[in-house]
């Protein structure tokens, strides 16, 4: 069975710091790619960030770029992202997902909480 866990989300003052965590079981982690993705109370789901399973390409949304690095460890079965400069608009709860090339998502994990407020 899949699995997708995410931890480490936590309420912050503005530049702040957070390091989140998905910690994945129930299929060979190295061989997909992993995406971040987020939703702000009252809005949509947001992007984030996506990390390839090839070379460990990463990307970004603008909104979050030079602010959040995302990285994995494939020993560990585990995807991070780094949040640096915390802002309140990055208030949200946060997911890590599963990507299916050219399909979207297939596994979400069930989210962790990340306020950013002074």
């Known amino acids: 069975e899949v699995q997708l866990v995410e931890s480490g989300g936590d309420m912050v003052h503005p530049g702040g710091s957070l390091r989140l965590s998905c910690a994945a079981s129930g299929f060979t982690f190295s061989t997909y790619g992993m995406s971040w993705v987020r939703q702000a109370p009252g809005k949509g789901p947001e992007w984030v960030s996506a990390?390839?399973?090839?070379?460990?390409?990463?990307y970004y949304a603008d909104s979050v770029k030079g602010r959040f690095t995302t990285s994995r460890d494939n020993a560990k079965n585990t995807l991070y992202l780094q949040m640096n400069s915390l802002k309140p608009e990055d208030t949200a709860l946060y997911y890590c997902a599963r990507v299916i090339a050219g399909l979207g998502y297939d596994y979400w994990g069930q989210g962790t909480q990340v306020t950013v407020s002074s």
């Open positions: 990390i390839t399973f090839v070379s460990s390409d990463t």
